[in-house]
């Protein structure tokens, strides 16, 4: 059962850091943040933000992909994914904390011109320690991006989240493509400095639109700045053609933000930690999958017998045989990843509906339990076009598994830790996807079966995790304080 705002207000006790506060004449009409977003309603302010934070995520997915892709010297292709989740493990938590302190604006136009800057200085690296080096700090800048999907949580009407947070995946799968394509063109020609230094573009030229996107009125609230409040609220009724509530802001008692016990209180505790086991699970998950496709496009798997690589480099070094050792993609391998890329999308509508009708933890259950039963199909004699159609189901399944878990990770906590909890829970996630491709790429070698059974378990566990969650958030208003 969600908790009520004023039983919220009062769980954690000597904990909070109250101030006092000028209450309105009596008999003056007030209203809150949270009646102000309803009252407003959808319109042409969240058409221009979803726009450009749509925008910002096609630039923000290009580093991680890349290193998917091979874009560096193919004995670093094992480290540079690792380095990328490393960095953002780290970095993860620190931004999330700084942005419940210091706004979710300053972080956000920090993190992505970090990203952008690191990333167009690997393209430089004159060594593998510098190239090691730089793959981490452009993780450490991705990190940062959550709080995009926060921003657009904290400016959305409740009944519009659900249907409108899932569509933020249509920007990253046309990144993906975008990615994908131009990897296919570039990395074979003129190669992989050139493409780090090309996908870095359009990042750098989006900088350029941040000044339209407003600080959140919900952070803003919480820290007093009512004044600050108050003038995003006007110009998002005035954008979108609304009346503002009658009255005065009326603003919540104001807490310390950001701290790290409030998500382990008593109250968070379970909630936290089912939260952290989802989002490893879901990681590793995820990344099982990209890592797995490579790993079936060079074997090319059919019913249980390896052909020979997609492209055979010639050389029979004891390197070119290790699981770590990297081989360039062909025409035909990247076709197929933009095949099974296009899956990431393919669910979306059936994963908005599910999330809408069913809420969010039995619609997570569901494409959880239906995750663990693709990886053990991967197992079945099948011809080429049967494994990339079990790759398609995978990938839709496994992005349908983040946008749900997402979505419910911004809405179960309150404004003042909620960007600490995207954040920690962004640093589990990436301890998965490190993980991933020792399983993808060097177990899978060993015993092929066994990993997928691996996969299969840890999917299962998140399911269970999910559907036990304390806390359904389908309908439920975005809490101000612990």
């Given amino acids: 059962m969600a908790t009520a705002p004023k039983e919220a207000e009062n769980a954690i006790g000597l904990e909070e850091i109250h101030t006092e506060r000028k209450e309105p004449p009596k008999g003056q009409k007030t209203f809150t943040v949270e009646e102000a977003v309803e009252t407003i309603g959808f319109g042409r302010f969240h058409i221009m933000l979803f726009l450009i934070m749509g925008s910002t995520g096609v630039g923000i997915c290009s580093p991680p992909l890349l290193v998917q892709l091979g874009a560096g010297p193919p004995q670093l292709c094992f480290n540079s994914p690792q380095m990328v989740f490393f960095g953002y493990m780290v970095f993860s938590i620190v931004l999330g904390l700084l942005a419940d302190r210091y706004g979710r604006w300053k972080i956000l136009l920090l993190s992505f011109l970090w990203a952008a800057y690191f990333s167009l200085l690997t393209s430089f690296a004159p060594s593998y320690i510098w190239f090691v080096f730089l793959r981490a700090m452009v993780g450490g800048g991705v990190s940062g991006h959550a709080q995009g999907l926060i921003i657009k949580t904290e400016f959305l009407p409740t009944r519009y989240r659900g249907y409108l947070l899932p569509l933020s995946q249509v920007f990253w799968l046309a990144g993906s493509l975008l990615i994908i394509g131009l990897a296919s063109v570039v990395n074979p020609a003129i190669g992989w400095r050139w493409l780090i230094r090309i996908a870095s573009i359009p990042g750098i030229l989006l900088m350029l639109v941040f000044k339209f996107i407003p600080e959140s009125a919900r952070y803003n609230v919480s820290t007093g700045n009512t004044g600050a409040a108050l003038a995003t609220l006007q110009r998002i009724a005035s954008m979108n053609g609304a009346a503002m509530p009658q009255g005065q ?62 492209q055979d480099s010639g050389d029979d070094s004891e390197e070119s045989h290790s699981p770590c050792h990297c081989h360039l993609f062909g025409p035909a391998a990247y076709r197929t990843m933009i095949i099974s890329t296009v899956g990431e999308i393919a669910l979306n509508p059936v994963n908005i509906l599910s999330i809408n009708l069913l809420g969010r933890r039995l619609s997570l259950c569901i494409t959880m339990g239906c995750t663990a039963l693709f990886f053990l199909l991967l197992n079945v004699c099948t011809s080429s076009a049967g494994m990339v159609g079990f790759l398609f189901m995978l990938r839709a399944l496994v992005s349908a598994n983040f946008n749900t878990i997402y979505i419910y990770t911004a809405e179960v906590y309150p404004t003042t830790m909620r960007a600490l909890g995207m954040g920690t829970s962004g640093s589990l996630c990436r301890v998965g996807a490190m993980v991933a491709p020792f399983i993808s790429q060097v177990l899978m070698s060993a015993s092929f079966m066994g990993a997928l059974c691996l996969f299969s378990s840890v999917c299962i566990i998140c399911a269970i995790s999910a559907v036990t969650l304390p806390i359904e958030t389908k309908g439920r208003a975005l809490q101000v304080g612990t």
């Fill in 249 to 310: 802001l009326r603003v919540p008692a104001k807490e310390r933000r950001g701290r790290f016990k409030d998500l382990i209180h008593p109250k968070y505790l379970r909630t936290t930690l089912q939260i952290w086991i989802i989002w490893l699970g879901i990681a590793f998950a995820y990344y099982g999958v990209i890592l797995a496709s490579a790993e079936l496009l060079e074997r090319d798997l059919v019913c249980g017998s390896a052909a020979p690589p997609l």
